[in-house]
């Protein structure tokens, strides 16, 4: 069972790229042997052991990171360095079309339908990679996502996302929530999942992820009951203090109701929808300042109350 205590028992061991031919970015994070040396993660700096051997104690157990729309791999590099010291494996691909340097199918139906299924593919190269794959324990995978990322793994736990209740919710909230339904789907849409599922769902399930942890997940407006019938693995849901992106009554909110009971759901007190990204650095703060706002509390002491809740929940669920 990994160590949960303050003092770390791996180093945070970090391969970028580890496919022959991409089919997407993804980086990878472990419990390594080896000394942790700078790196910097889009302008930020951290610690990490390039390159560096598994550690022995193994196998280890996996979580696999869906980021938010338009962001990338190493968005969440400050918690899987954390787990990773604590005997877990972090694998994070970067989406295509939905990330900061293409951002041509963000929001749309299009990347709803892909990144989940970007996600399993990432999984299926991890677990075919002979270097890889026996440091896995395939019987304890965690799908971690944030904001598009967080309705992905909600996806991935069996979540039926209704592209039909986006589209009748932008009918009458269209100038009032622009965020979601900015691409919200066409018709065409609904006639092609229809002919597909028999309904305009979006189905995604993948039974090798035994449990989800959902932060500031997007896209309750295409949640209903019926959606997440069947839906029964461990889930910790993660909101914001103060969303200011997305609105409260049409996603954390929704998903409350929908999951009283499946769900552990945890407010993090000072948090602000883009507070689980990095640290800002003086560039992003004058030319992005919207994705460096907090809401009364310090970012570092943020990450820290998510760090403390991921690796409880990780634990608990996957103890053993």
């Known amino acids: ?117 970007e996600v399993s593919q990432a999984l299926d190269l991890i677990l075919a990679r002979e270097d890889i794959a026996p440091h896995i324990d395939q019987s304890r995978i965690t799908a971690l996502g944030h904001s598009a990322g967080g309705a992905t793994v909600l996806k991935l736990a069996g979540w039926q996302f209704d592209a039909g209740e986006w589209q009748r919710y932008c009918e009458i909230n269209h100038e009032s929530d622009r965020v979601i339904c900015e691409f919200v789907p066409r018709d065409h849409d609904l006639n092609r999942l229809a002919g597909s599922h028999g309904a305009p769902i979006v189905p995604a399930r993948d039974d090798r992820i035994s449990a989800i942890i959902a932060i500031a997940p997007a896209f309750g407006v295409a949640a209903t009951p019926a959606g997440f019938e069947g839906v029964d693995i461990p889930m910790l849901v993660i909101e914001a203090d103060t969303d200011e992106v997305l609105l409260h009554d049409v996603n954390a909110a929704r998903f409350r109701e929908l999951l009283h009971g499946r769900a552990r759901f945890v407010r993090v007190k000072g948090a602000g929808h883009y507070s689980f990204l990095p640290p800002c650095t003086e560039y992003i703060a004058q030319n992005f300042p919207h994705l460096c706002r907090d809401f009364g509390r310090e970012r570092h002491h943020i990450h820290d109350s998510v760090k403390q809740l991921v690796a409880h929940f990780l634990d608990r669920v996957h103890a053993g």
Do not use: C
């Not at 104690?57 to 969440?76: A, D, K, N, Q, T």
């Not at 899987?80 to 340097?101: F, K, M």
């Open 1 to 117: 069972m990994p160590d949960t205590q303050d003092k770390p028992a791996y180093r945070a061991g970090l391969r970028d790229r580890i496919f022959d031919k991409d089919p997407f970015p993804l980086a990878l994070w472990y419990p390594a042997v080896g000394e942790e040396t700078p790196v910097r993660h889009m302008g930020v700096a951290s610690k990490a052991a390039r390159n560096a051997e598994f550690a022995p104690g193994g196998p280890f157990p996996l979580v696999i990171i869906s980021h938010g729309s338009e962001g990338h791999r190493f968005v969440h590099f400050w918690l899987a360095e954390h787990l990773a010291r604590r005997g877990y494996i972090v694998a994070a691909p970067q989406h295509e079309g939905d990330n900061y340097i293409d951002a041509g199918d963000a929001r749309s139906l299009t990347i709803i339908e892909r990144r989940p299924f």
